[in-house]
């Protein structure tokens, strides 16, 4: 923990059955900045959990859960056992959700555990809520200090599997925060967790399940899904379970593809007429037409630098709150959603900045047919499409991560510079409706920043 305060802004909905009304479950009060399908994907998250038991142990009751909505925010919401309804049947349960925009998830630290303090716990009939503001400490992935446990629970949620902790001990459901805060936060923003579920299929990537609640019929361990009990999980990091060790042919077959990639590279890799690597590939000038995917072939292309490309993509649709559906993970989808968000659509606007922004290409066809491109062709395409030549050359020259976070940097600063913050001052006391859109398209550029 560090002393640097951030300031986390919210909106916020409670929902459930409660004993002093008689309509079920239902949203019992929300914030008025509360959009419809939020609340309705709310509803249907909490719905989702399953049939809760009639009574449960304070930890098991106060259930914390995080969640990307399929409308936009993050939802972040604790549960509480109500006792009996208004009829007398035991098992009323009440949600406490908080919204948060992507940005201000990420500003939280990707961690619901850190909003404890901040659910409501006491319900009564006529609440109102309002949005709020909440205060944290800025929070370092360096420093926190969680017991280090399997590595393969980090890898199972890396690898998209679904990981269950059986146990009815709720002391030992103290393990899942272990398990969120060993994650990265990159790895946080893209995964979602419930520290206690009532039927092991829901749909959350880390989830508590009770034993008693799991089916013989289905299957413990799967590519689809994981489920460990409390042994298995403390088990020795040297020996993961679950894990097969690797035969001896399999090591020759990884042996030899890395052998291969090595010769390939040594035959492709390209050289000036004295030997030496070409690194400029000076010969090369944009041109009008958006570059094509035959100008990258045999491009040089190390594992590592596609893996920094494809950070760095990954990172600008995060800041631009861009979906990336698991069919979009490849560079040149990435940088398509990206130039689509950049590029302003809306009415002109009486700014040559404005309109710097109009002018941006929509992503061209030739390109979007090619889904595998490689990484620096995506950013070539990207460089065309915000008429930038000269990043377009630089493309060609990336060859180490470092210069990939460089040509990023660069990329940055064409697309916000000074006078842009006081375009958005400019933008934010304009009325005119043309304005109120372009402000909008500003205020999603400015997370860049």
């Known amino acids: 923990m560090g002393g640097i305060l951030v300031t986390i802004l ?99 630290g990707a961690s619901p555990f850190r909003l404890k303090e901040n659910f409501i716990r006491d319900f009564h009939s006529g609440m109102q809520l309002k949005a709020g503001v909440i205060h944290l400490s800025k929070m370092d992935d360096q420093v926190i200090d969680v017991p280090v446990l399997n590595p393969l629970c980090e890898q199972l949620l890396v690898k998209g599997c679904k990981l269950r902790l059986l146990t009815d001990d709720p002391l030992e459901l103290q393990s899942l925060e272990s398990i969120w805060n060993q994650g990265s936060s990159k790895l946080r923003t893209k995964r979602s967790i419930t520290t206690w579920a009532f039927r092991p299929e829901v749909d959350f990537d880390l989830a508590g399940v009770a034993p008693s609640r799991w089916p013989d019929s289905l299957v413990r361990k799967s590519r689809r899904m994981w489920a460990v009990t409390p042994e298995e999980l403390q088990s020795e990091a040297h020996e993961p379970f679950g894990l097969k060790k690797w035969s001896i042919q399999r090591i020759g077959w990884v042996v030899g593809a890395i052998a291969l990639m090595i010769m390939g590279m040594i035959v492709f890799w390209p050289v000036g007429n004295d030997g030496s690597e070409n690194r400029a590939s000076n010969q090369f000038e944009p041109e009008n037409r958006p570059p094509l995917p035959t100008d990258f ?153």
């Open 10 to 108: 919210f909106q916020q909905a409670i929902y459930g059955s409660f004993p002093f009304w008689d309509k079920g479950y239902a949203v019992l009060a929300r914030s008025e900045g509360c959009h419809d399908d939020w609340v309705a994907d709310f509803t249907r998250m909490c719905q989702s959990l399953g049939q809760p038991p009639s009574e449960a142990h304070p930890l098991v009751d106060h259930l914390i859960l995080a969640k990307k909505l399929p409308s936009g925010p993050w939802v972040i919401a604790m549960g509480s056992a109500q006792g009996c309804d208004d009829r007398g049947r035991p098992g009323a349960w009440a949600f406490h959700g908080i919204f948060l925009s992507g940005r201000e998830y990420r500003r939280a």
């Open 297 to 449: 072939q045999g491009h040089p292309e190390p594992a590592n630098l596609k893996a920094a490309v494809n950070e760095q993509l990954a990172d600008w649709c995060d800041r631009l709150e861009l979906d990336q559906a698991e069919d979009l993970r490849s560079p040149v989808a990435s940088a398509k959603l990206i130039a689509s968000s950049i590029r302003y659509a809306g009415p002109p606007v009486a700014s040559g900045r404005a309109e710097s922004f109009r002018k941006i290409q929509p992503w061209p066809e030739v390109a979007a047919e090619s889904a595998n491109g490689s990484s620096v062709y995506a950013l070539s395409v990207l460089a065309w499409c915000v008429n930038a030549p000269d990043l377009q050359i630089k493309a060609r020259e990336i060859h180490s991560p470092a210069e990939v976070r460089q040509w990023f940097e660069a990329l940055r600063e064409r697309l916000l510079p000074d006078d842009l913050t006081d375009l958005a001052k400019t933008a934010s006391v304009q009325n005119g409706p043309e304005w109120v859109e372009f402000r909008f398209h500003l205020n999603r550029l400015m997370r860049l920043k």
